[in-house]
């Protein structure tokens, strides 16, 4: 807004949005306000020949994490928060505060070696006692406005004046292992690395369990720290650790965690769906799921909840406990029945539970799914509906799904565009590697369906995802039931997973004939609460 305010004429706008501390919703909106076109991917080679053929002059550039490809046409200048040439690289901010190095903000060319070229203007700012990166980061940002500004006073004549750098120092970014906190060190140490990285986050442990703290303090004793915050005692004489924002510092669940939850899921897991590697992958972005593994137990957590641990039943327990001290209270969702009535036997009137609605898992005997054989007249209008369908012309054919059609289960899915359409498409793209199993209808020359399986333990299996195309009486039955084909007689029982508490599943769900296995939430409190 600073350029625009002075007249200077802004053609395009490149962000990004995966930059620390992201503004890229105040710079859309700034775009959006303007008719300025943004581009949220890196800029590549080609958008630098755009801008040279449209005759751009400048280009600016603050904050942006990426390379940009040097031009022999555009004058391109870039804004970096450290008195160049001390203090070259990516993220400067962390390593002023923690070694009490001068700090300021300058502007420069762009050349090939990173933050090097000649300096065309630059401001010193002074570090307060208490400085922090946050504090320090809007300072610099506050400059940078002030720099741009200047610089478009008299563009031309600045660029010819600037200085040459010289030899430079090149500061790398601290690694994880640097980020630690020291509970032997001293009170001024630790409190100097919270305002290093101040909004970014320090990592310790409480209670066995990785945490990293975003914004904190350092107190000499513990009856000082506010209420309702996280106090982290240090060892003997180095104060307590007051965490104002933290979070467990879990991993992001990856395919590379499969082995290892495979094993002790196999000691010990809910009968519920939920709890399938499969879907726990597939389904990992829209719940955020994070993963922490601990001896023979793994415990996974989404956004403010948690899910039973899976593993060994006593390190289970005792985890949840360790949980509880740091929380206060626990939420724990998608417990099946002897998972729920061991911890109302543990803790008594400090559970409550819950029924949520929809996510019930709906079982069904493996002959019975397969041929709708059984009594009643909707099982029986069923298995007439899937003949009907299986006698049409052209016939569907089955056809097991192979690495060599994922291509054409991909193109099915795509037209279908379901609700679930992107956790489906993690599902395809990772169907060998997740052990997937599954079929393809094809009818004539058209492929019209697919089911995906995966098996839940040794004698069940559950169905991930079904699509078919066409509008037939049964073909959605046919597409369920044929996934049978490729499973040996070992299996008993089919889990049609929940009904998303959509009232149009959970009849189909019904009329199948299937068993309701029951989903339980639970909110746990600490005894002193």
């Not at 070696?113 to 610099?140: F, V």
């Not at 005692?233 to 669940?253: H, I, R, S, T």
């Not at 049409?392 to 193109?411: F, G, H, Q, Y």
């Not at 073909?475 to 997973?497: A, G, P, Q, R, Y």
């Amino acid at each position: 807004t600073e350029l625009l305010s002075k007249g200077v004429i802004v053609t395009r706008i490149f962000s990004a949005v995966d930059a620390p501390f992201d503004r890229t919703v105040e710079i859309a909106a700034i775009a959006g306000e303007y008719g300025i076109p943004i581009k949220y991917s890196p800029v590549t080679r080609e958008d630098i020949i755009f801008l040279e053929k449209e005759n751009i002059t400048y280009t600016i550039t603050a904050g942006y994490p990426y390379r940009i490809p040097v031009s022999k046409v555009l004058r391109q200048v870039n804004i970096h928060p450290s008195l160049l040439p001390t203090g070259r690289g990516p993220w400067p901010y962390s390593r002023v505060i923690m070694e009490a190095r001068p700090f300021g903000v300058t502007m420069h060319r762009i050349v090939e070696n990173l933050d090097a070229g000649d300096i065309i203007l630059q401001e010193e700012i002074p570090l307060a006692p208490d400085e922090n990166q946050i504090t320090l980061i809007k300072k610099s940002v506050g400059s940078a406005v002030r720099l741009a500004g200047s610089f478009i006073e008299d563009p031309d004549v600045l660029w010819e004046n600037a200085r040459s750098q010289g030899e430079g120092e090149y500061w790398s970014d601290y690694s994880d292992e640097e980020c630690i906190i020291d509970k032997s060190a001293d009170i001024e140490h630790n409190e100097r690395m919270l305002r290093a990285f101040y909004g970014e986050g320090v990592r310790t442990d409480v209670n066995g369990f990785p945490v990293i703290v975003k914004r904190g303090r350092m107190f000499k004793n513990k009856q000082d720290c506010p209420e309702r915050t996280l106090t982290i005692q240090m060892d003997e004489g180095n104060g307590v650790l007051c965490a104002y924002e933290w979070d467990l510092d879990f991993e992001p669940l990856t395919i590379a965690h499969k082995d290892e939850y495979l094993r002790l899921s196999g000691i010990y897991a809910p009968k519920l769906f939920d709890y399938s590697f499969p879907t726990l992958f597939c389904w990992r972005k829209a719940y955020g799921w994070r993963v922490y593994f601990e001896k023979d137990v793994c415990l996974i957590m989404g956004e403010g909840f948690f899910m039973c641990p899976v593993g060994d039943r006593k390190q289970a327990y005792d985890m949840v406990e360790r949980l509880l001290d740091i929380y206060g209270t626990l939420r724990i969702e998608s417990l099946d029945e002897e998972a729920r009535d061991r911890f109302a036997e543990i803790y008594g009137g400090r559970m409550s539970v819950e029924v949520p609605p929809g996510n019930g898992n709906y079982v069904i005997e493996a002959h019975q799914y397969k041929t709708f054989d059984g009594s009643g007249r909707l099982l029986h209008k069923r298995k007439n509906d899937l003949k009907k369908y299986s006698t049409l012309e052209p016939p569907p054919e089955v056809i097991p799904i192979t690495k060599e059609n994922l291509r054409m289960v991909r193109e099915i899915s795509g037209l279908a565009a379901g609700a679930d359409a992107g956790e489906e498409r993690e599902g395809i793209d990772n169907y060998e590697t997740l052990g997937l199993r599954g079929v393809m209808i094809r009818r004539g020359r058209n492929n019209v369906g697919f089911c995906i399986s995966s098996r839940l333990n040794d004698d069940t299996i559950e169905i991930n995802f079904m699509k078919n195309l066409e509008k037939e009486r049964g073909s959605h039955l046919f597409t369920f039931s044929s996934v049978m084909e490729i499973w040996d007689d070992s299996i008993k029982t089919v889990n049609l997973e929940d009904d998303a508490d959509e009232p149009g599943i959970r009849a189909f769900k019904q009329n199948m004939g299937c068993e309701v296995i029951s989903a339980y939430d639970i909110i746990i409190k600490r005894g002193d609460l």
